[in-house]
C-alpha cells in the first residue's frame, strides 16, 4: 500500500521560504497513473489546494499561489517537494502532499499525515 | 473558483443515528464530487468519490448522491468511529476547491 510522508522545518520566519518534501513509499512518483498534490489546512479547519506535479514535470499551480510557488520532483529519491516564498503569517498551516489517480474518477485517494508549519518571527 | 457550501456547520448525533449532510456548489461539477472524514490531528480520509462510488475498505454505511450543484452524504447506524468532521470537494474544475466542513458532535 502507497504512504506518504511530509517533511521539512516546522517554524519560518515571515519572508522567508517554505520547503517540504513528500517522500513515497509503496509507489512511483514516476508512475503516469497519479498525480501528486499539496493541500494545505489553515487554522480552523480551511482546506485549500495548492498544486500538483505530473511525471513529466507538468504542473498545475492554485492562481491564488501561482506566484510564489514552485513544485518539482526528484524521481532518484522518490519524492516531490513543495517551495513557497515570501511568507506571512497567512501561510502557517498544516501542509499534505496526496495522490490523486489519472484516468478514473477518484479523487485524493492516499494522504501523508501533514506537517504543521508555523510562520513566525 | 467554484464555492462549496455545506450544512450544518455542526451537528448532535448518537450511536446508531442516520445523519446526512449537504453539499452545494456555486456552479455545475457534474458527479466530481467527494466527501472527506477527519478526525483530530490526522489527515483527511476518502469515503466517497464520483458523488456516489465508495471508496475501497469504507463501510457501506455511508453513501452519497448528487449531480450537478447539490450533493449528500449519508451515514446510517452512525458509529462512535464516525464523530468527526466531514469535508466535500469538487474536482473537475481547476482549483479543486472544498466544502467548509460539518462536524459531527455526540
Known amino acids: 500500500q502507497v504512504q506518504l510522508q511530509e517533511t521539512g522545518p516546522g517554524l519560518v520566519r515571515p519572508s522567508q521560504t517554505l520547503s517540504l518534501i513528500c517522500t513515497v513509499s509503496?509507489?512511483?512518483?514516476?508512475?503516469?497513473?497519479?498525480?501528486w498534490h499539496w493541500i494545505r489546512q489553515h487554522p480552523g479547519g480551511a482546506l485549500e489546494w495548492i498544486g500538483y506535479?505530473?511525471?513529466?514535470?507538468?504542473?498545475y499551480y492554485n492562481p491564488s499561489l501561482k506566484s510564489r510557488l514552485s513544485i518539482s520532483m526528484d524521481t532518484s529519491n522518490n519524492h516531490f517537494s513543495l517551495i513557497l516564498s515570501s511568507v506571512t503569517a497567512a501561510d502557517t498551516a498544516v501542509y499534505f502532499c496526496?495522490?490523486?489517480?489519472?484516468?478514473?474518477?477518484?479523487?485524493?485517494?492516499?494522504w501523508g499525515q501533514g506537517i504543521l508549519v508555523t510562520v513566525s518571527s | 473558483d467554484i464555492q462549496m457550501t455545506q450544512s450544518p456547520s455542526s451537528l448532535s448525533a448518537s450511536v446508531g443515528d442516520r445523519v446526512t449532510i449537504t453539499c452545494r456548489a456555486s456552479q455545475g461539477v457534474s458527479t466530481y464530487l467527494a466527501w472527506f472524514r477527519q478526525k483530530p490531528g490526522k489527515a483527511p480520509k476518502s469515503l466517497i468519490f464520483g458523488a456516489s462510488k465508495l471508496q475501497d475498505g469504507v463501510p457501506s454505511r455511508f453513501s452519497g448522491s448528487g449531480f450537478g450543484t447539490d450533493f449528500s452524504l449519508t451515514i446510517s447506524n452512525l458509529q462512535s468511529e464516525d464523530f468527526a468532521t466531514y469535508y466535500c470537494l469538487q474536482y473537475t474544475h481547476y482549483p479543486p476547491t472544498f466544502g467548509g466542513g460539518s462536524r459531527i458532535e455526540i
Open positions: 509503496g509507489g512511483s512518483v514516476n508512475s503516469g497513473d497519479f498525480y
Open positions: 506535479i505530473f511525471h513529466s514535470g507538468d504542473t
Open positions: 496526496a495522490r490523486r489517480p489519472r484516468i478514473t474518477i477518484r479523487s485524493f485517494d492516499f
